[in-house]
């Protein structure tokens, strides 16, 4: 069974330019969350999805963050215009929420964004 | 909200038990997971506990006391590839899988 993929795997961008990030997640999986993982610190939701609708994104900066996920399968977040404090690994993960197993997140490997 | 508290480092020599606590403050639960993360990684599965008790895979065991808001994740015969940061998490009442996350515990194997 592929896992959640996710690109780029690196990305340097200098502060105020803007930046995108893809996600694929496990076939079947209709729950898909994007998490923000800084440096030494465990990863914190940004937005969770339900299909092709947002279930959550009260933690998401949406005067610079915006995710999407069109057609419920693929989503991408993107960050624009970014600050140094987004320097982080963002984690995409899915979930069949029990449906399937015992509905754990299954994450992709993250895209690590160091804003010069 | 959630309030989630593990040690920061753990350090244990090859063979050994090493065991890692995490406690909890929330405004509601339904079970509480733990990740490994292996540096550069994604985190990984290893366990989910929802009623009290202990959970035993393997080489890894996981403990859950509800009225406590306690939990511990017991590791056994530790390897050197078990060096990693171990995550605990907590499902929200809403049960959405919606995780929070501790800060994790890195945990050095020597040998």
């Known amino acids: 069974e592929a896992g959640v993929a996710q690109s780029p795997r690196y990305k340097i961008i200098e502060k105020r330019q803007s930046v995108a990030f893809w996600c694929n997640p496990i076939?079947?999986?209709?729950?898909l969350y994007w998490y923000q993982q800084i440096l030494g610190q465990g990863p914190k939701l940004l937005i969770q999805?339900?299909?092709?609708?947002?279930?959550?994104d009260s933690q998401l900066p949406k005067d610079r963050f915006s995710a999407e996920r069109l057609k419920g399968v693929d989503s991408t977040l993107k960050i624009q215009p970014a600050k140094l404090e987004d320097s982080a690994v963002y984690l995409c993960?899915?979930?069949?929420?029990?449906?399937?197993?015992?509905?754990?997140?299954?994450f992709g490997e993250g895209s690590r964004l160091t804003v010069l | 909200g959630q309030n989630i508290d593990q040690p920061t480092e753990m350090t244990a020599t090859e063979g050994a038990i090493v065991q890692i606590n995490c406690t909890y403050q929330?405004?509601?639960?339904?079970?509480l997971f733990w990740y490994q993360q292996h540096a550069g990684e994604a985190p990984t599965f290893l366990s989910y506990n929802v009623l009290d008790g202990l959970e035993e895979k393997g080489r890894f065991s996981s403990f859950l006391s509800r009225s406590k808001g306690y939990s511990y994740l017991l590791l056994k015969e530790l390897q050197m590839k078990d060096s990693a940061s171990y995550l605990c998490?907590?499902?929200?009442?809403?049960?959405?899988?919606?995780?929070?996350f501790g800060a994790g515990t890195t945990v050095t194997v020597r040998a």
């Open positions: 929330t405004s509601g639960f339904n079970g």
């Open positions: 998490a907590v499902n929200p009442p809403t049960n959405d899988y919606k995780l929070s």
């Open positions: 076939s079947g999986h209709a729950t």
């Open positions: 999805f339900q299909n092709n609708g947002v279930v959550d």
């Open positions: 993960a899915s979930s069949s929420l029990g449906l399937a197993g015992l509905g754990e997140l299954f």
